[in-house]
């Protein structure tokens, strides 16, 4: 494999990094603020690496379709990513909030 080869892959994998951890940083904030839930970051990753051929050709195409893809993708979250309450268990959120 040509090093240029390999840069152009490295590099291709480092801007998708970045993109998925902004859409979750976005994500988590719009959940915490709006609902008052958690987002499963975990469960957050296997949803984008779903999706990860649409949101290309997403970004690849015209650029006024991301805010419609983001209402959709909200909806998924929705319905999959959202942190489960486990039986005798604090999530994050809660041991904050319970601080003095």
Not at 44 to 55: C, D, G, H, R, V
Not at 63 to 69: L, Q, R, V
Not at 73 to 100: D, F, H, S, V, Y
Request: net charge positive.
């Amino acid at each position: 494999m040509k090093i240029e080869r390999f840069e152009c892959f490295h590099y291709g994998c480092l801007m998708w990094i970045v993109v998925s951890t902004h859409l979750l940083r976005y994500f988590k904030f719009l959940y915490l603020s709006k609902h008052k839930k958690e987002i499963s970051e975990l469960k957050f990753f296997k949803l984008i690496a779903s999706i990860k051929q649409e949101m290309k050709e997403i970004i690849k195409s015209n650029i006024d379709h991301i805010p419609g893809f983001l209402d959709q993708m909200e909806g998924l979250i929705e319905r999959t990513c959202i942190k489960e309450q486990k039986k005798n268990k604090l999530t994050p959120l809660k041991i904050l909030a319970n601080l003095p």
